[in-house]
């Protein structure tokens, strides 16, 4: 999904492969392509360190997206490419991305990762759901729900750390934590994939994170807004990293999310901040969905 098509020098065309529920095109998927876009018009000694994206207006599932990529500065340390994600002639995404030549620095710190179980004693998702829909007191609905949930075929693995939360079973605190990698072996040496993919990952339960404290409200529309990420140390996306969301604010329709990703050795390998729209309604029915 994130092998764009090349159409001009800078112009690059992407697929889809997973769409959500939503009918509209996934955001991680997007930021994802837009990084690859920009990616490949730097030179091979530079590595993203940020991106600024927002999304203008949904994407179409039944069209590929165009990516038209501006050089719009070659520095001797920074190179920033502008990117712009076009679909029927009009801007679905825009997006700056920031790359670096690598430099040391005696200026290091980080925060602790939080402590949690290893993913070797969490269950899948698809685990979690399996055990869920052997419970024989389920509603039909929620039936329905959990099988619709089994039968997406996200490209990403996933191991929530307190499950209950995960999936709003209570109403909690707005903090989610989860293991998170790629399906499939991506292997070592190429960074550049690595930030891509991990952007991909890190739009997904990020959102979500803001409904966790409202269990007696459910989403009517949920859209991202925008979206921003930082890379700070080198990481494999298709080995288990901690995924880490937290909401410290919402109103107004409003969301924002803060995201971490932590490789399991605990260095802290990315972070992303995100606001989002979200229209809610009451929970009417007695589903755990
Ligand atoms: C599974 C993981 C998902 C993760 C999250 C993602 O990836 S989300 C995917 C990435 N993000 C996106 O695709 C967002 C792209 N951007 C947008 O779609 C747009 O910028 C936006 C909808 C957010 C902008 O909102 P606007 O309100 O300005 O747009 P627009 O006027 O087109 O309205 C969109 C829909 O909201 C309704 N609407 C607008 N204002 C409303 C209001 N105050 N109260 C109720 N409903 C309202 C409209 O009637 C319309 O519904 P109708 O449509 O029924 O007529």
């Not at 859209?223 to 990481?235: G, N, P, R, V, Y």
């Amino acid at each position: 999904m994130l092998d764009l098509k090349m159409l001009e020098v800078l112009e690059l065309r992407g697929t889809h492969h997973w769409v959500p529920s939503a009918q509209r095109l996934f955001g991680g998927q997007i930021i994802g392509q837009a990084l690859v876009a920009a990616a490949k018009s730097v030179s091979d000694n530079l590595y993203a360190h940020s991106l600024h994206c927002y999304f203008v207006r949904p994407g179409d599932p039944t069209v590929p997206v165009l990516y038209q990529v501006d050089r719009t500065r070659d520095g001797r340390s920074f190179t920033v490419r502008s990117v712009k994600a076009i679909q029927h002639g009009q801007p679905i995404l825009i997006c700056q991305a920031s790359f670096q030549v690598l430099q040391p620095s005696p200026l290091q710190h980080q925060f602790p990762m939080p402590v949690v179980p290893q993913p070797e004693d969490l269950l899948t998702v698809e685990e979690l759901i399996q055990r869920y829909l052997s419970q024989a007191d389920l509603t039909e609905s929620a039936k329905q729900g959990l099988n619709k949930l089994l039968a997406n075929e996200v490209p990403i693995e996933m191991k929530p750390v307190s499950p209950a939360h995960f999936y709003r079973f209570a109403s909690g605190e707005p903090r989610r934590l989860f293991w998170a990698r790629a399906r499939g072996y991506i292997g070592e040496g190429n960074m550049k994939l690595h930030c891509c993919v991990a952007a991909y990952v890190s739009d997904y339960a990020l959102l979500g994170t803001v409904l966790l404290p409202y269990s007696k409200y459910k989403a009517r529309f949920i859209a991202s807004l925008d979206h921003a990420m930082w890379f700070h140390s080198t990481f494999r996306s298709d080995e288990w990293m901690l995924y880490e969301c937290v909401s410290p604010w919402a109103a107004s329709s409003r969301g924002l999310v803060e995201g971490r990703l932590w490789r399991r050795d605990g260095v802290l390998a990315a972070s992303c901040s995100q606001e989002g729209v979200l229209r809610v309604k009451p929970v009417t029915e007695n589903s755990k969905l």
